[in-house]
């Protein structure tokens, strides 16, 4: 089967850096992408890496090690609105069938 | 801009209705489009993968007579719901994979969602 592993809820200071960690277990890989969503709102696309290393988007940045099926998502210089829940997703084919991680609540506090 | 559009994004209705949920693809297109449903508080869950002239593919737990899907173009697929009772009460949510280009390296595009609320 198919798991991804992330930690369920992360807390942060304004102007801190986050790490969210993703852990995944799949009978494929394409590649992994990292989407944010606000409360009520659709999955917004951040990164996404197909290939090992790190790929910087602003902001952030997401990193990948395939050979330790893991990547994290990077927030550095964090504000408030960057409270929302954080989704890791692996991708199959080049179709993109993809899985979605559990999810990362992440707060951030002034 | 928005490259997947969904509509309707709010749905209310009673039970017994069926509702029709319209996701395409607006300038490229897609052979092949997913759909999602999530809980409040939950991951996106695959529910089925869109075909373009071909049957849906469902995930293991999803009832297909329940759940129709029809992709009628390259740009065009639909969710219709089927009796839809309070249960089936959640956010759905497309994507249509994309290649990468030049101006962004993202592989799969949301639309922005459907809320059903089935009273």
């Known amino acids: 089967g198919q798991s991804l592993e992330q930690p369920s809820e992360v807390t942060a200071v304004e102007g801190a850096i986050v790490q969210i960690n993703c852990t995944y277990q799949t009978s494929g890989f394409y590649g992994l992408s990292w989407y944010q969503q606000h409360d009520g709102g659709a999955p917004t696309f951040l990164s996404y890496?197909?290939?090992?290393g790190l790929e910087e988007t602003g902001r952030f940045s997401s990193f990948l090690s395939r050979s330790d099926s893991y990547g994290y998502l990077l927030l550095q210089e964090l504000q408030m609105k960057d409270s929302a829940s954080y989704f890791c997703?692996?991708?199959?084919?080049?179709?993109?069938?993809?899985?979605f991680g559990p999810g990362t609540r992440l707060s951030v506090l002034p | 801009g928005a490259v997947v559009s969904q509509h309707p994004s709010w749905v209310i209705c009673k039970s017994g209705t069926s509702v029709k949920i319209e996701c395409r693809s607006l300038?490229?297109?897609?052979?092949?489009m997913f759909w999602y449903r999530q809980f409040p508080k939950q991951s996106l869950m695959l529910m089925a993968t869109?075909?373009?002239?071909?049957?849906?593919?469902?995930e293991q737990g999803v009832e297909k007579d329940k759940f129709l899907i029809n992709h009628a173009s390259l740009t065009l697929s639909t969710l219709t719901v089927t009796s839809a009772h309070p249960e089936d009460s959640s956010f759905y949510i497309c994507?249509?994979?994309?290649?990468?280009?030049?101006?962004?390296?993202?592989?799969?595009?949301f639309g922005d969602g459907t809320r059903l609320s089935i009273l």
């Open positions: 890496n197909a290939l090992d």
């Open positions: 300038d490229f297109q897609a052979t092949t």
């Open positions: 994507s249509a994979p994309r290649e990468p280009d030049r101006d962004s390296n993202q592989p799969q595009h």
């Open positions: 997703a692996v991708g199959f084919d080049y179709g993109q069938n993809f899985v």
């Open positions: 869109s075909n373009e002239g071909s049957k849906a593919t469902y």
